[in-house]
């Protein structure tokens, strides 16, 4: 039997259109591997705070303190450790806490570059793992959002952020979203263990917390605390107190607040006024934080989650964009229902900023605009719908 031509075009095209957002992921998952390899090329850049990690595991491994100064010449592509002696080394401003240096510890055996590959790339694998269940749940009838999504992670601006600065922010993602999905089953216990890890890992993952408390979600909070505070238990049966305290005196520093890839409130505070502003610092938080709480915690976990993970980050002084792909979480919980902002938010939030910019410069301001705008998003959706289904 003949087929028209008209028939056969119309089939190609459609077929041509079904496979288009896959093609995007394929040519995208190889710009991230070029991305990957070029980064590391010499060595892993000395700037890359996986070279910090990787140290401190090997001195855990050899018996030594997990913030034990150490060498680093990029070319030879290996970190050695010194004594302690003043100016003997790099002495590591490492943000986690000391619990955390046991999940890089396999890595420890490792070569350098290897280990930084390696973690990278089972980072961006959960993460898009975590994607694809989140898909199926909220958009089971979709055959292409998940390509979409995969495609917007792989190609978003804080993603290479997170390569370039070999931090862990895809793995961070891929935690919430397990939260979110267990959330979003009605599995509070699961949700709470979640959350309770990333806790562990990110203090500002805190602010879940604080709804969880504001909307009484017993199962959830309780759980979470248990497993926060098992594991710090066990970080300081460990590690001990000394290693906790220079942890504690990292954080307090944080010199580099200011440079632009924070997208926080504080670092925009910190780059447009010279002078210490932590009163006001805090009052905006306050002024910010309180209301949009009291907003979502009348709202669906869909929207209160997707609102939640920017504002965790502007209110937060350790809001690096590498921390952003949690927000492709929160896009794709608010796609169905706001799309205008979402885009803008989106959009300020890829925006390809320089890391080293002198303060003051007003394209660095972006960042914490993508933050405020997405909290917008969240908020507006979960208003529409409400009054959509007279709640």
């Given at each position: 039997?003949?087929?028209?031509?008209?028939?056969?075009?119309?089939?190609?095209?459609?077929?041509?259109?079904?496979?288009?957002?896959?093609?995007?992921?394929?040519?995208?998952?190889?710009?991230?591997?070029?991305?990957?390899?070029?980064?590391?090329?010499?060595?892993?850049?000395?700037?890359?705070?996986?070279?910090?990690?990787?140290?401190?595991?090997?001195?855990?491994?050899?018996?030594?303190?997990?913030?034990?100064?150490?060498?680093?010449?990029?070319?030879?592509?290996?970190?050695?450790?010194?004594?302690?002696?003043?100016?003997?080394?790099?002495?590591?401003?490492?943000?986690?806490?000391?619990?955390?240096?046991?999940?890089?510890?396999?890595?420890?055996?490792?070569?350098?570059?290897?280990?930084?590959?390696?973690?990278?790339?089972?980072?961006?694998?959960?993460?898009?793992?975590?994607?694809?269940?989140?898909?199926?749940?909220?958009?089971?009838?979709?055959?292409?959002?998940?390509?979409?999504?995969?495609?917007?992670?792989?190609?978003?601006f804080?993603?290479?952020?997170?390569?370039?600065?070999?931090?862990?922010?895809?793995?961070?993602?891929a935690?919430?979203?397990?939260?979110?999905?267990?959330?979003?089953?009605?599995?509070?216990?699961?949700?709470?263990?979640?959350?309770?890890?990333?806790?562990?890992?990110?203090?500002?993952?805190?602010?879940?917390f604080?709804?969880?408390?504001?909307?009484?979600?017993?199962?959830?909070?309780?759980?979470?605390?248990?497993?926060?505070?098992?594991?710090?238990?066990?970080?300081?049966?460990?590690?001990?107190?000394?290693?906790?305290?220079?942890?504690?005196?990292?954080?307090?520093?944080?010199?580099?607040?200011?440079?632009?890839?924070?997208?926080?409130?504080?670092?925009?505070?910190?780059?447009?006024?010279?002078?210490d502003?932590?009163?006001?610092?805090?009052?905006?938080?306050?002024?910010?934080?309180?209301?949009v709480?009291?907003v979502?915690?009348?709202?669906?976990?869909?929207?209160?989650?997707?609102?939640?993970?920017?504002?965790?980050?502007?209110?937060?002084?350790?809001?690096?964009?590498?921390?952003?792909?949690?927000?492709?979480?929160?896009?794709?919980?608010?796609?169905?229902?706001?799309?205008?902002?979402?885009?803008?938010?989106?959009?300020?939030?890829?925006c390809?900023?320089?890391?080293?910019?002198?303060?003051?410069?007003?394209?660095?301001?972006?960042?914490p605009?993508?933050?405020?705008?997405m909290?917008?998003?969240?908020?507006?959706?979960?208003?529409?719908?409400?009054?959509?289904?007279?709640?």
């Amino acid at each position: 039997m003949n087929v028209p031509l008209h028939d056969t075009l119309t089939a190609m095209r459609g077929l041509t259109f079904s496979c288009f957002p896959y093609l995007l992921v394929v040519a995208a998952a190889f710009l991230q591997g070029l991305a990957l390899v070029l980064n590391c090329w010499h060595g892993v850049p000395a700037g890359n705070d996986f070279v910090m990690f990787h140290a401190a595991a090997r001195s855990l491994l050899g018996g030594g303190s997990i913030y034990q100064p150490f060498l680093y010449v990029p070319y030879m592509h290996e970190a050695w450790l010194t004594g302690t002696a003043p100016g003997t080394g790099i002495v590591p401003l490492n943000l986690n806490p000391p619990i955390m240096s046991l999940l890089f510890l396999p890595l420890g055996l490792l070569p350098l570059r290897v280990a930084y590959m390696v973690s990278y790339i089972v980072q961006l694998l959960a993460a898009l793992w975590v994607l694809r269940q989140l898909v199926r749940t909220m958009l089971p009838s979709s055959h292409s959002a998940f390509a979409w999504s995969a495609c917007s992670l792989l190609v978003y601006f804080p993603t290479f952020a997170n390569l370039y600065a070999g931090q862990v922010g895809l793995a961070l993602m891929a935690v919430l979203g397990l939260a979110t999905l267990a959330l979003l089953k009605g599995h509070h216990r699961t949700a709470g263990i979640w959350l309770g890890l990333a806790l562990t890992a990110k203090l500002f993952v805190g602010l879940i917390f604080v709804w969880l408390l504001w909307n009484r979600r017993w199962s959830s909070l309780t759980m979470g605390l248990m497993v926060w505070a098992m594991c710090m238990t066990v970080g300081f049966l460990l590690f001990g107190v000394g290693d906790h305290l220079h942890w504690i005196s990292a954080m307090q520093e944080n010199a580099q607040r200011a440079l632009s890839w924070n997208g926080s409130l504080w670092a925009l505070l910190a780059r447009n006024f010279p002078a210490d502003q932590t009163g006001l610092g805090l009052v905006l938080a306050l002024g910010i934080g309180l209301p949009v709480l009291a907003v979502l915690a009348r709202q669906e976990p869909r929207f209160a989650l997707a609102g939640l993970f920017p504002l965790m980050l502007l209110l937060s002084p350790l809001g690096w964009i590498y921390y952003f792909p949690v927000l492709i979480i929160s896009a794709l919980l608010l796609w169905p229902y706001q799309k205008g902002l979402l885009v803008a938010a989106l959009a300020l939030s890829a925006c390809p900023v320089p890391l080293m910019l002198p303060a003051g410069i007003t394209v660095a301001t972006v960042y914490p605009f993508g933050l405020l705008f997405m909290v917008v998003a969240a908020c507006y959706a979960g208003r529409s719908s409400s009054a959509q289904t007279g709640t």
